[in-house]
């Protein structure tokens, strides 16, 4: 129609002809369409239009023209603070926080005031990477400058909590809501429990998910998740049959995290049948994530050839977290045949995703069965190929504050102070256990002499 109206009908387009435009193509990811909208943009005069600014902005960072963005956006001499907070949101969808820090510096300097919006998405942004100590900061300072936080910066900062399982400043959020009266918005609501069942605060999750009166399949999943990551699997469970009396149709991730619960319960036929159900009941094609539940479940249970007729029945390729469920499996189970028959697969060249860690498992299979060669073989396949396990991580929540730290972890700037105190901690340890030692050989030597 737009091309009509230029070509066909020769009409010069307007303001409001061009704005849609402009936001059709950033719908539809058309960045040739939007470049003959630019055009028209500067020939009818419009090119000081911050409105027009922002949406060509945001449509070459959606198609991922940064450069062609910044170019846009250095080439207005006067800017307000939604065409900043346009290309900041373009920097963090990028995942560069630093960029996006520079130009709200730059966007300060220049006078122009960080609107609720432009706080929103600055840290919505940095709750996406984690980095839930920055987020902290800026709520502070958004406050300090008396920008009053909404309930949607709220909402978009709680996951960060969550994921961090970092409770205190979660809470503080929730009085935050309570004071604003925030709380009486479902998605809110739903935000909240997800935060608290996350954190582990299962008790308070429950209080608040029974206060809410219409439940949506968003809050159930939420107290259902919470309930499952958290060892509760027959709580998780029952919720799961109580969603289900209550006519909420469960969706993708209901069943990822039913699934995973009966696997860690043991529970393999109850969710064997929730499988079935998903898919035959419900007509929910299974994901990669439901394959990897219920293959955990089939061989946790035993039911190792049960599991290897799901992994070979898969329509695309598993992946390594499922590899390394069977194999760890086949190895409890000393059933190194059916191990064997994933060895094909698991050391294929083609299978970019076995890493490490399913290799260290067949090393052991190979050598519970004493074949050194194939044990040599493997590990220089590792050495050559370069692969390592991944690491793993500890953490700890002090104050605010979330650290983690690995094995001989020498990153922390106090670690010497850390290792110090360590060593510490384990001569006294060391002392107690002689004294505890002695003093028992004293009592067992007197009972000897009577």
Not at 139 to 144: D, E, F, K, R, S
Request: aromatic share 8%; hydrophobic share 45%; glycine share 6%.
């Amino acid at each position: 129609m737009f091309s009509n109206m230029l070509y066909v009908d020769l009409v010069p387009p307007d303001l409001i002809t061009l704005s849609i435009a402009i936001k059709s193509c950033v719908a539809m990811r058309e960045l040739l369409c939007g470049k003959i909208v630019h055009f028209h943009v500067l020939v009818n005069g419009f090119h000081s239009d911050l409105h027009l600014v922002a949406g060509l902005i945001d449509l070459h960072l959606k198609c991922d023209r940064t450069d062609d963005a910044r170019k846009v956006f250095d080439a207005v001499s006067v800017k307000d603070a939604f065409v900043w907070t346009v290309m900041i949101d373009g920097c963090l969808r990028s995942w560069d926080s630093e960029d996006a820090l520079i130009l709200f510096a730059e966007m300060r300097a220049a006078g122009v005031r960080a609107t609720s919006v432009t706080w929103t998405t600055l840290m919505a942004g940095f709750a996406r990477m984690g980095l839930v100590s920055d987020i902290l900061y800026m709520l502070h300072q958004m406050q300090l400058e008396g920008v009053r936080p909404e309930n949607v910066c709220v909402c978009s900062i709680l996951p960060a909590f969550s994921e961090s399982a970092i409770l205190k400043p979660g809470k503080e959020a929730h009085a935050y809501s309570i004071r604003m009266c925030f709380d009486s918005d479902l998605f809110m609501a739903s935000a909240h429990v997800d935060m608290n069942a996350k954190c582990g605060n299962l008790d308070s999750a429950f209080r608040l998910f029974t206060h809410i009166e219409v439940k949506d399949t968003g809050l159930w999943n939420s107290i259902i998740v919470g309930h499952a990551i958290h060892g509760r699997c027959a709580d998780a469970l029952g919720l799961f049959d109580s969603m289900c009396d209550s006519g909420v149709r469960p969706n993708e991730i209901t069943f990822t995290s039913v699934l995973s619960a009966c696997s860690h319960a043991g529970e393999v036929d109850e969710g064997y049948r929730i499988f079935r159900s998903m898919v035959i009941e419900y007509g929910i094609v299974a994901c990669h994530e439901h394959y990897a539940c219920v293959v955990d479940l089939l061989a946790r249970g035993g039911r190792l050839e049960e599991a290897y007729e799901i992994i070979q029945g898969m329509p695309a390729r598993p992946m390594e977290d499922i590899w390394g469920a069977f194999l760890s499996a086949c190895r409890t189970h000393s059933n190194s045949k059916l191990a064997m028959l994933m060895e094909e697969h698991i050391v294929s060249p083609e299978n970019v995703s076995a890493e490490a860690g399913c290799h260290v498992v067949m090393l052991d299979i190979y050598a519970g069965n004493g074949r050194w060669r194939d044990v040599a073989r493997l590990r220089t396949r590792i050495r050559d190929r370069g692969l390592k396990k991944k690491t793993g991580f500890s953490w700890i929540e002090i104050g605010d504050m979330v650290h983690t730290f690995h094995k001989a972890d020498v990153s922390h700037p106090k670690s010497d102070q850390i290792y110090a105190l360590l060593e510490s901690l384990e001569a006294v340890n060391a002392s107690v256990k002689a004294s505890q030692m002695d003093s028992f050989l004293q009592r067992e030597e007197a009972v000897l002499l009577c």
